[in-house]
Each structure stands twice: as structure tokens, then as C-alpha cells.
């Protein structure tokens, strides 16, 4: 009776082992067809990223200032077979605003597997200025638009002539960098509130070289000196009432003169046919 048993016990470890071996057969199978499977699949995304998402072609639209088509053929030649994947689109667009500084806004759509569609926005000149020896045009946002040799070739444009801080560097197709940081944004802030003003089509010359010491030539009469860029909005409305009462008493467009309002709480104004208004000081 013992020797039955003790042969039933081997007789079902036996068993047992067979079907844990059986099992483990199975789990590597499983495993070495998944592996195979991942590799299979790694494979084929890899052949498909470096055969089929590659740059065949390029479009763009938006463009009045240039070809379109010139344009398409700059960014194809450069990225040509590149991965579409892995195309990064702020770094097209600032070279695309170096070669073409009038662009201000390219955004960069993909169309796959192969193609890249840009919409383009023309950007405009508003102000100039010197810059070592050379004159560049300004767009509002302080991006510099063109360099020219000389002042006359800016001529009939209707740009409004400024003077600014000193300047680090200018590149067309970027912000101009001046030497102290803290300039671009107190410009920035001046020129937007002039340009925002109901006097700004009437500004010919913005000095803003001395943040504590800026004005501006308005209508060919007035040199407008308000001194700090704090309460310019203010100021400008305290301009504004002062030039409407002397010109109403006198009745006449020939006033010539500086109003100063760096002061808001005693803006004063001197009348004065020789008063140089330019904005150079």
C-alpha cells in the first residue's frame, strides 16, 4: 500500500513539473514573440520616419512685400528631406525673418507625410533711426525692418524720425538690442502711447536718448517736451489743452514753440519762431 502511494506522489510531482516546465516553455515563447514584435515594429515606425515623413514640399501664402514662391523655395532648400517630425518651427520662422525682415508673422502648419504649409504676415515701417553712421527702418514693435546708407533713401516714406538709447546691436529681422535692458521696454512703452494718441499722425521726431530728458515735434510747430515716461497719457492730454487754447486765442496755425509738461502740475509753454524742431537735440 505504501509503494502505491509513494508511486502516485512521484507519479504527480512528475506531473507537476512537467506542466510548470510546460508553463515557463510558454511565458519565453511569449516573451521572445513579443520582443520579436516590438523590434518588428521599432523597424518598420523607424523606416517609415526616415523613409516617408521627409519634406517633399512647401507652400506659403500671405505675402505682399515678397514671392511667395521665393520664399517656399528658401525653406525647401534648406529643409529639403528633413524630418517633418522633427522640424522646429520658431527656429524656421526666425530664419525666415532674417532672410525676409518684413515678415512679422510666420506660422508653420504640417500636412503629412511630406509637405509644410506656411502663412505669412507682412510686417510695416513706422519709424527710422541712426545707427553707427547707417539709418534703419522700425517697425512698432521695435524690430528693425531695412538698412539704408543714406537719409534720403528713407525720403517720401512717412516715416517718423526717433532718436534712441544707445545700441548693443541691430540686425534686420530682429529686436533691436540696446545696451542697458531696461530701455527696450520704456521705448516701447513711449512709442506705443504716442502711436496710440490722437496727436501721433501729426509726430514727425521722437528723442527719446535721455530717458529723463524725452520729447517729440508735433506738427511741425510745437517741440513737446515731457521729460520721464510716467503719466505720458496724461501728459499728452495736458498738451493737447494747452496748444487748443493758445491756437483758439490767436486764432492762427503759425504758432511756433515749446510746451513743456515733464511737470503735470505746472506745464508751461514759450512761444518762439526759432525753436528747433528736429529731433536731434
Known sequence: MEKVELGDRVLRENF???GRKKIRDRVKELILFSVM???VLSLLIS?????LFRIKSVS?????LYSN??????VFGRYQGASIFGLDSETVAYQLKLTYPYLKNVKIGKVFPSTLTLKVEDDSGAYYTEIAGR???????LRLLECVERESDLDYRGLCHVTLPPVAYAVTGTEIVFKRASDFENVGKV?????????????SSINMNDKFDMFFIYNHQYRIEFGKSDNLNVKLELVRKIIDTFEDEFSTDNLKGTVNVSDITQG???FDSKVRLSGKK
Not at 539709418?135 to 514693435?141: D, E, I, N, R
Not at 512709442?191 to 509726430?203: A, K, R, V
Open 37 to 39: 514584435t516590438v523590434a
Open 47 to 51: 523606416l517609415m520616419y526616415f523613409l
Open 135 to 141: 539709418y534703419f527702418v522700425l517697425s512698432h514693435k
Open 268 to 270: 508751461f509753454v514759450i
Open 16 to 18: 507537476e513539473k512537467a
Open 191 to 203: 512709442i506705443e502711447t504716442l502711436y496710440e494718441s490722437n496727436m501721433s499722425m501729426l509726430i
Open 69 to 74: 514662391d521665393d520664399i517656399a523655395a528658401s
Open 60 to 64: 506659403v501664402e500671405g505675402s505682399a
